[in-house]
């Protein structure tokens, strides 16, 4: 198990989970990051919070998410990791 801090906020009328994780996150295969994505929506759910889980992670100077496709605008806005960074509010053990 580890630990997670990440982002609880509400966005365009929405909940979001937004989870930082290391740039190795990207390589994973597809399977994989579905089920930490599983793994840490069925967390949120056990602690009573209400969200989507997104996870985030740059490589380089570029920005990856995976997220619903309605919420791309915001996650491709300039400066979103620096935001999720900065609005850090919670911590969960997945």
């Known amino acids: 198990m580890a630990k997670y801090k990440f982002a609880h906020i509400r966005e365009q009328g929405q909940d979001m989970i937004?989870?930082?994780v290391d740039s190795t996150f990207g390589s994973k295969s597809d399977q994989t990051q579905q089920?930490?994505?599983d793994a840490f929506q069925a967390e949120v759910s056990r602690?009573?919070?209400a969200g989507?889980?997104?996870p985030i992670w740059k490589s380089g100077r570029q920005v990856y998410f995976i997220a619903p496709r309605p919420w791309h605008p915001f996650f491709k806005s300039p400066g979103i990791y620096e935001l999720v960074l900065a609005?850090?509010?919670?911590e969960l053990t997945v």
């Not at 609005?87 to 919670?90: A, E, L, P, V």
């Open 47 to 49: 602690a009573g919070l």
């Open 18 to 20: 937004i989870v930082p």
């Open 35 to 37: 089920d930490f994505i």
């Open 87 to 90: 609005n850090i509010n919670k």
């Open 52 to 54: 989507t889980v997104v």
